[in-house]
């Protein structure tokens, strides 16, 4: 059994309230919890959270479990997976399961297909971590910095004449979700594999402006399906 755990801390640095600010009309967290209730994937869906209001929210828009997360797995320097294995360790004594995945809150382009495909590759490799990850629209080995006399300069030198075809692929995380078996979260193994989704569904929404592009982005898309 598959079971969903979300980690939505509250005390988010450069956008206040992410996890609950109204994203177009309603908050953030309740398009997350809506597709994944919708997707009939999972076996339970958890929120963990230091927060009550968020905690209230998560309930109100069909959350099964609520976690009180302690201060001390609440902080800007705590990662994801403590939080991750606080919650199966504290689940363990109340459900069975034997997969995990964890979804963040702030996911306005999550897509449910993306979540089947992680499922099938972790049946496949089950001693990895699955996620979905997505590709640089330019070859990150011509990349370009300033130095301190305001002049453009290649980190690498010996590609500044490669072209851009002949250079190998480079991927990033597309900061989406992460599934695995409960032993792979606990363990901590290291291997990974990924899926690959298109970079218009990839979005960091860390300021007021990238908020504002994903809300236009999504009323675009879901206007046009």
């Given at each position: 059994?598959?079971?969903?755990i979300i980690p939505a801390r509250s005390g988010s640095k450069?956008?206040?309230?992410?996890?609950?600010?109204?994203?177009?009309?309603?908050?953030?967290?309740?398009?997350?919890?809506?597709?994944?209730?919708?997707?009939?994937?999972?076996?339970?869906?958890?929120?963990?959270?230091?927060?009550?209001?968020?905690?209230?929210?998560?309930?109100?828009?069909?959350?099964?479990?609520?976690?009180?997360?302690?201060?001390?797995?609440?902080?800007?320097?705590?990662?994801?997976?403590?939080?991750?294995?606080?919650?199966?360790?504290?689940?363990?004594?109340?459900?069975?399961?034997?997969?995990?995945?964890?979804?963040?809150?702030?996911?306005?382009?999550?897509?449910?297909?993306?979540?089947?495909?992680?499922?099938?590759?972790?049946?496949?490799?089950?001693?990895?971590?699955?996620?979905?990850?997505?590709?640089?629209?330019?070859?990150?080995?011509?990349?370009?910095?300033?130095?301190?006399?305001?002049?453009?300069?290649?980190?690498?030198?010996?590609?500044?004449?490669?072209?851009?075809?002949?250079?190998?692929?480079?991927?990033?995380?597309?900061?989406?979700?992460?599934?695995?078996?409960?032993?792979?979260?606990?363990?901590?193994?290291?291997?990974?594999?990924?899926?690959?989704?298109?970079?218009?569904?990839?979005?960091?929404?860390?300021?007021?402006?990238?908020?504002?592009?994903?809300?236009?982005?999504?009323?675009?898309?879901?206007?046009?399906?």
């Amino acid at each position: 059994m598959t079971i969903c755990i979300i980690p939505a801390r509250s005390g988010s640095k450069r956008i206040k309230n992410k996890n609950i600010k109204k994203f177009i009309s309603e908050p953030m967290i309740s398009i997350t919890l809506k597709k994944l209730k919708k997707s009939k994937i999972f076996k339970k869906i958890v929120v963990t959270s230091d927060s009550n209001r968020i905690l209230k929210i998560a309930k109100t828009y069909g959350a099964d479990i609520l976690i009180k997360r302690s201060k001390n797995l609440s902080d800007d320097n705590t990662s994801t997976v403590p939080v991750i294995v606080d919650a199966i360790k504290k689940l363990e004594n109340q459900i069975l399961f034997n997969r995990v995945c964890c979804v963040y809150p702030c996911n306005p382009f999550l897509n449910i297909q993306d979540l089947k495909k992680a499922i099938n590759l972790l049946n496949k490799y089950n001693k990895c971590f699955i996620y979905p990850i997505s590709k640089y629209s330019h070859p990150i080995q011509r990349a370009l910095f300033i130095n301190k006399n305001k002049e453009l300069n290649f980190v690498k030198k010996k590609f500044s004449k490669s072209r851009t075809q002949d250079l190998k692929e480079f991927f990033y995380d597309a900061g989406q979700f992460y599934l695995a078996k409960k032993e792979t979260w606990i363990n901590k193994y290291k291997k990974f594999r990924g899926i690959i989704i298109p970079s218009w569904r990839c979005h960091d929404i860390d300021t007021s402006e990238d908020w504002l592009r994903a809300e236009i982005l999504y009323k675009a898309f879901f206007k046009r399906n």
